[in-house]
């Protein structure tokens, strides 16, 4: 998971060496969910060609400075061609704009967050009726939301426990989990592919079919 001072580490780095490279930053939209990327041209440690969609240095600074980033990389180049639209602007000037913005953020007090309305309580199935009989034997013993979200928090940080929470309404976890896990990897797969994806969440199919399979026999 990267953030802004990863990216003014690699900026400094560059400024540092004296080296050319191309440094592509990814961040997660508004919607919490698509990827998109911009980047950052250095020219010999000097100076910075901003690609993030304005001509205007000081306006791209101050947007990157906002985005939730995901991952920094950097590519080592002999010369960069910065595009016509690029906003030019001095490297030293771009880091410690950056930091500037590092440290407003860490001296901040936390934002409030108001506590969740409490849901209504759904009515529970008669004792010892079929309903609750079957309700006992359908429901995973795995707490399915905390599980995903340990694997989402890394990736999308504070979102992540407001996108398992729509993920839940949607696909409640008690009821039907492998569906509450297929929309988690869905998620996870936008940012890591779909391969990762699915690696990343195999243990826990495996626990749920080792549960199902163990109440079979």
């Known amino acids: 998971m990267a953030d802004l001072q990863g990216l ?33 041209l250095v020219d010999h440690g000097v100076r910075a060609h901003i690609d993030h969609g304005a001509s205007d240095a000081a306006a791209s600074i101050a947007a990157i400075a906002t985005l939730k980033l995901v991952k920094v990389a950097s590519l080592q180049m ?4 910065p595009a016509p639209h690029m906003a030019l602007v001095d490297l030293a000037q771009l880091i410690a704009e950056f930091r500037e913005h590092v440290r407003r953020a860490a001296a901040a007090p936390p934002p ?6 409490p849901r209504p309580a759904e009515p529970a199935p008669a004792p010892g009726s079929t309903a609750q009989f079957v309700a006992i034997l359908a429901a995973p013993s795995i707490e399915l939301r905390s599980e995903a979200l340990k694997l989402l928090e890394p990736l999308f940080g504070v979102g992540a426990a407001r996108k398992i929470d729509d993920f839940a309404r949607l696909h409640p976890p008690a009821e039907r989990p492998h569906e509450f896990l297929l929309q ?20 826990l199919y495996d626990r749920l079919e080792s549960e199902r399979l163990n109440r079979r026999s």
């Open 8 to 40: 003014c580490d690699t900026l400094q780095s560059l400024a540092d060496s004296g080296a050319s490279a191309k440094v592509s930053y990814y961040y997660v939209g508004e919607d919490g969910v698509a990827l998109r990327n911009g980047a950052i």
């Open 78 to 81: 002999s010369e960069v061609r």
């Open 112 to 117: 409030a967050t108001a506590a969740p309305a």
């Open 184 to 203: 988690c990897q869905q998620h996870v797969s936008v940012m890591l592919g779909a391969g990762k994806a699915e690696a990343l969440f195999r243990p």
